[in-house]
């Protein structure tokens, strides 16, 4: 059974997206060149008064990249030591808790919910301690997190909620963008993201002026104004060709959304009666942009589902294959298998299917039928 090159369906393909803005990204580039403006040029300042107004909230501050965007946050929000704890879902990509640390503060893990795989608000509630500073939701996928649970939560508490949003961009909670539903909100612009650079950069949103002014200053070496340093701060500026590259992305983000939630519907309806596979929660109140087609596999069944999509040239991922307390790099933090059981059985279980705007009806569908007929033989 030989592939031809036509076959071959890539996991994300970031070379498709740029065929059509290509002459457009091309004068921007030349724009810049000729202004000389590199580092926080008057496309940023554009930029973040577009992607304010996009995410519904009042300001936005473009830095370096998500990672930055969460790191700057918490510092921001006063989170400076060991003493300082703040819960995060132990799913979610490392960054999350490496923001965390990068800020010095102490990473305090909880569970998922089995059947959306965001942060579980009874599992919050139990890791609360008098130290809690603030909780991070992550809209994991692109679906939001239960935010009025969590607000209900840091409301009695008087701790911050942050939403790392960098997998939803232009997703919906109750009607509302995710962006404004905590003290601030953090999204990545790396390629790959619903709305994603030409490089690295990333952004922080909120409604509150004073964290606003605070991450501005700590983004650029704690100052204000050139040479007046007032706090000791990073260097996460955002480039300005990135800034004017999102601002003409940002324009077809709602479209590409659109296209990756048709993608999903038709993988819904293909793969739904297939034995073994459970697929991503639709509920009514919440808008999934899609960042990762997450499926749900019988813990049997994964790999060999997955070795009959490579042989047959599609690509797939796994998001992720160790929850944060069983990555080398968090075994610091003292937690066992079995802290997490949900977060734990998710990274058993979970397969990422081909996912991105430019997909076309026939490839899903290729990739539905190669997955069917791998399940229908494992019964045998
Ligand atoms: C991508 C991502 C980040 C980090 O963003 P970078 O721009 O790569 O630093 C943080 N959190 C989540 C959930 C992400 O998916």
Known sequence: MGITSEDVIPFVDLGLQHVPLREAILEITKSVLTRGDFVLGGAVAQFEREFAEYCETSFCVGVGNGTDALTLVLRALGVEG????????????????????????????????????????????????????????????????????LREIARERRIHLIEDAAQAHGARYKGARVGGLGDAATFSFYPSKNLGACGDAGAVVTRDADISARIRMLRDHGSRKKYEHLCVGFNSRLDTIQAAILSLKLRLLDGWNGLRRAHAA???????????FELPECS?????????????????????VSTSLSEAGIGWGIHYPSPI????????????????????????RVLSLPMYAELTDAQVDRVCRVISTSCSEARF
Not at 103 to 122: E, H, K, N, Q
Not at 325 to 347: I, N
């Open 284 to 304: 009514a109140d919440r808008e999934h942009v899609m960042h990762l087609m997450v499926v749900k596999v019988r813990e049997a069944l994964r790999d060999r």
């Open 266 to 276: 038709r993988y819904r309806h293909a793969l739904e009666g297939v034995d073994g």
């Open 82 to 149: 060991p003493e300082h704890e703040v819960i995060l879902p132990a799913l979610t990509f490392v960054a999350t808790a490496e923001a965390v640390v990068n800020a010095r503060g102490r990473v305090a893990l909880a569970d998922v919910r089995p059947d959306t795989f965001t942060l579980d608000p009874a599992s919050v509630e139990r890791a609360l301690t008098p130290r809690t500073r603030a909780i991070i939701a992550v809209h994991l996928y692109g679906l939001p997190a239960d935010m009025e649970a």
């Open 325 to 348: 307390h069983r990555t080398e790099a968090f075994k610091f933090l003292g937690y066992s298998l079995g802290d997490f059981p949900v977060a734990e059985e998710a990274s058993r």
